[in-house]
Structures are given as structure tokens and as C-alpha cells.
């Protein structure tokens, strides 16, 4: 078996490239990286593409930049753990203003990558779970960044939330690691305690530490608030009125937390973080809508599901529904996206609903208005 995209360990150095054979040391690697899922590469879909909306440098930027945060933090928490009369321990790492700018020119990168593209869309990629909180913060971050551009906000703007969903999580680290290692569901008192607590730690770490300024502060602090007033920590109302909007009621949940509400739910979705099942990209986007609008403000719901790719290049689907009847329940692999229909991909199909065929056929399913894909785990 082959593989069909380039493997990267959790500080995205490159394990296996595609096409590379799968032996059973690489497989040991894989599992010791806590992958999820792997794409493998068929006979039929060797000229399949997959492709990342960001480069694996500037993950590798985001991933360093924060790594240098948490461990700034720890060094941190260590002098004050000491007291002020103690002897400290003396701090070889960078200093904070060091850390402030990785932060700021990684946030700065992640958005000029995203602007340089036509019209980006959003998969979050299949990266080792051992670096859990910095793929999600990551994959927020690009995921907000892409709502908040079709709201058209100013570079600043975006600068700013993208930085606000990037560290929006960073209290977990100060809390408790555990808030991270643990599932959700299998949380005890203490951790769901803990939990709660965490937009705070978030801003308050972040108001001591690093460039804020209100909006920033705002967008961490309320990321778990939901527009009816049962979200934490301070049960605030949404005003369910466009991010950009002059009318928003003083007092309602900042526009940019409302953002990172969304791109983080689904983040979580699909890294099975909610249930323990990972969904698929369109079950999570169903999730969305049936948040919304309680949960979710939704113009910011709309413009997500203009720009969450359902069938990312590589995803296994089914022919639910076609104008031409013969290819209903034939199986295949995306092998391109359609901008302008996100539903309707390109797919090589490979298997009729019996057998193998024997000539992989590519269809494009734009032009079959009619067609309805199904997202499938797997083959079997
Ligand atoms: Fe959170």
C-alpha cells in the first residue's frame, strides 16, 4: 500500500512523502505520531493531488511560536511559583517581547499564505493528534481568518482575530495540561471545573503578557458564549446581526468571538473532540446549522459553510444521486474541488456498486445539479 500525502511527525517534519510504501516501520511511526487517519494512494487515483491550504512552514512557524509561548509561560509560572524572595531560576529563553513578535509575524504569515490563494477554502487536514492543541489552535485560526475575510475586514482586523483565535485556547496550558490530553467526556469535577474557568486564564495570561488591545481580549474571553445566553463564562446575549453591522448593541458578544465560536465547534467536530466519533465534514456542517441561531450567529454560520470544503480532494464518497442513473452508488475519490459548489466536487470513481472498474472514470459533478454525494469512511 502506498501513501497518498506527505506524513509529518508533530513538529511537521516530513516521515513518509507520497508514494511512499507503507512497511510495517512506517506504520509504527505513523501510530507513534497518533494519526487519526491516513490517505492511501489507489491504483486510479495516482495523479489525485491533495492539497493544504497552508504550507507545512508556516505550520511549522505557527507551531514554533507557540511552542515558545507555552514554554515563556512556564518559566513564568515557575519565578512566581518561587515568590518574590526566592532565588529565581534564571531565564535563558527568549524574552517576552521575542515571544510577542513570533507570534505576531506567524500570525501575519498565516494570513498573506491565505490572501495569496483565489478563493481559499477551509479543510483542516490530517495532522498528528500528539500536538493536539496546536493543530486546533491553528486550524481556528485559518478557519477565522477565511469567515472573517468574506466579511471583508481590514488587514488589521484580521491580524487581530487571527491572533485571538490562535491563542484562544492558551489558558488550558496554565490550568491544567490535562484539559488537553483528556477527552472532554471522560473530564472529572475538578477538570470540568477547571474547564470553565479557562476564557479567563486565556485573557488574563494574554492582557499580562502579550500586544493586546480590547478586541483581542474580547474575542478569547467569549468564545464560548452562544448568541441565547447559555454559553460561559458570563451568559451573554448575541445580537444575530451581521459582524459588521453599526447596529450591534453595545454589550453583545464581540464579532470576533462570534467567529471563533463557529470555526472552533467545527474544529472539534471533526477532531472528535464534541462526541468521541470524529464527524465527517458535512456532519459537522448539519451540526452548525442546527446551532444556529441559538447557538450560532447566523450570518457568520452562512459565510462558514460558503468556505468549509464538505469533499475535500482525497475524501471517499458514494453517488447518492445523479442525473445519469447509471453511476447511482458508484464509489470513488474527490479528485477536485469546484470553487463556485463545494457539494459538487470532481470525483475518479473506481468502483461500480459491485466491482472494481476497469477504467477509472472521472466525472464532474458541477454540471449535474441534481447529483447528492455521500461522504464514506471507508470502502468496506
Ligand atoms: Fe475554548
Redo the contacts with the bound molecule.
Keep these: 500500500m502506498l501513501v497518498g500525502r506527505p506524513i509529518y511527525d508533530a513538529h511537521f517534519r516530513l516521515l513518509l512523502n507520497t508514494g511512499a510504501a507503507l512497511s510495517p516501520e512506517a506504520i509504527r511511526r505513523i501510530r507513534k505520531e497518533e494519526y487519526p487517519a491516513i490517505i492511501i494512494q489507489e491504483p486510479g487515483t495516482e495523479k489525485i493531488a491533495t492539497q493544504d491550504l497552508i504550507g507545512v512552514k508556516i505550520r511549522q512557524e505557527i507551531e514554533g511560536a507557540l511552542e515558545e509561548f507555552s514554554a515563556w509561560q512556564k518559566r513564568d509560572f515557575d519565578k512566581q511559583q518561587t515568590g518574590p524572595g526566592a532565588r529565581r531560576p534564571r531565564d535563558t529563553g527568549p524574552g517576552v517581547a521575542d515571544v510577542q513578535n513570533q507570534i505576531d509575524e506567524a500570525v501575519k504569515a498565516l494570513l498573506t499564505e491565505l490572501m495569496y490563494q483565489r478563493k481559499p477554502v477551509y479543510y483542516p487536514g490530517v495532522y498528528p493528534n500528539r500536538n493536539r492543541l496546536i493543530n486546533h489552535s491553528t486550524n481556528v485560526a485559518i478557519l477565522s481568518l477565511l469567515i472573517g475575510w468574506r466579511f471583508r475586514l481590514g488587514k488589521q482586523e484580521l491580524l487581530w482575530l487571527g491572533k485571538a483565535a490562535l491563542l484562544?485556547?492558551v489558558g488550558k496550558w496554565r490550568l491544567a495540561p490535562e484539559l488537553i490530553s483528556t477527552h472532554p467526556e471522560d473530564y472529572s469535577d475538578e477538570l470540568k471545573i477547571a474547564y470553565s474557568l479557562?476564557?479567563q486564564m486565556s485573557t488574563a495570561l494574554l492582557d499580562q503578557d502579550i500586544n493586546m488591545n480590547a478586541h483581542i481580549s474580547m474575542g478569547v474571553l467569549q468564545?464560548?458564549e452562544n448568541q441565547d445566553g447559555s454559553g460561559f463564562p458570563e451568559k451573554m446575549q448575541g445580537s444575530n446581526l451581521p459582524p459588521t453591522s453599526k447596529l450591534r448593541p453595545r454589550g453583545s458578544i464581540h464579532r470576533f468571538a462570534e467567529i471563533i465560536a463557529v470555526a472552533?465547534f467545527f474544529d472539534n467536530l471533526v477532531s472528535g473532540r464534541v462526541a468521541k466519533m470524529q464527524l465527517t465534514p458535512p456532519e459537522a456542517v448539519k451540526r452548525i446549522v442546527e446551532a444556529t441561531p441559538s447557538r450560532f450567529n447566523e450570518h457568520i454560520s452562512n459565510e462558514a459553510l460558503e468556505v468549509i470544503n464538505v469533499f475535500p480532494v482525497g475524501s471517499l464518497v458514494r453517488v447518492g444521486e445523479s442525473s445519469h442513473r447509471g453511476i447511482v452508488g458508484y464509489r470513488g475519490v474527490v479528485a477536485g474541488t469546484n470553487l463556485e459548489d463545494l457539494h459538487r466536487p470532481k470525483v475518479t470513481l473506481l468502483y461500480s456498486q459491485r466491482q472494481r472498474l476497469e477504467q477509472p472514470l472521472t466525472v464532474d459533478f458541477s454540471t449535474d445539479p441534481r447529483s447528492r454525494l455521500e461522504y464514506m469512511n471507508t470502502f468496506d
Design positions: 484562544h485556547d479557562h476564557p468564545h464560548h472552533n
